[in-house]
């Protein structure tokens, strides 16, 4: 079992910076941020693995940025050039094993632990 404890939303205007932590109850090799925005299906937004392989959603390519702490407890997620569009709901996620293959983050199902999310809210 592993529980994960999201912090660090909030409202900012667009073009600003947050940065998304990710506590987790115990290390595993496999993390990913996810976001949901009402009506809209659940989004892969970054992944990383235990090899540091990182893949990112098109839409936030160059802008986010996805990392651990050194003590691999922690996940990040920094957000920059905030956009009105990046509003949602940001889930962290977590499994054992597994890594981030392909261009983009894997699907939401194969994740097995969440986080109960954090709000970011971007204003034009």
């Known amino acids: 079992q592993v529980e994960l404890v999201e912090s660090g939303g909030g409202s900012v205007q667009a073009g600003g910076s947050l940065r998304l932590s990710c506590a987790a109850s115990r290390y595993t090799n496999s993390l990913g941020w996810f976001r949901q925005s009402p009506g809209k299906e659940r989004e892969g937004v970054a992944c990383i693995d235990g090899r540091g392989t990182t893949t990112y959603a098109d839409s936030v390519k160059g802008r986010f940025t996805i990392s651990q702490a050194s003590a691999k407890n922690t996940l990040y997620l920094q957000m920059n050039s905030l956009k009105p569009d990046d509003t949602a709901m940001y889930y962290c996620?977590?499994?054992?094993?597994?890594?981030?293959?392909?261009?983009?983050?894997?699907?939401?199902?194969?994740?097995?632990?969440w986080g109960q999310g954090t709000q970011v809210t971007v204003s034009s």
């Open positions: 996620a977590t499994r054992f094993g597994g890594t981030c293959y392909g261009s983009l983050p894997p699907p939401s199902f194969e994740y097995n632990y």
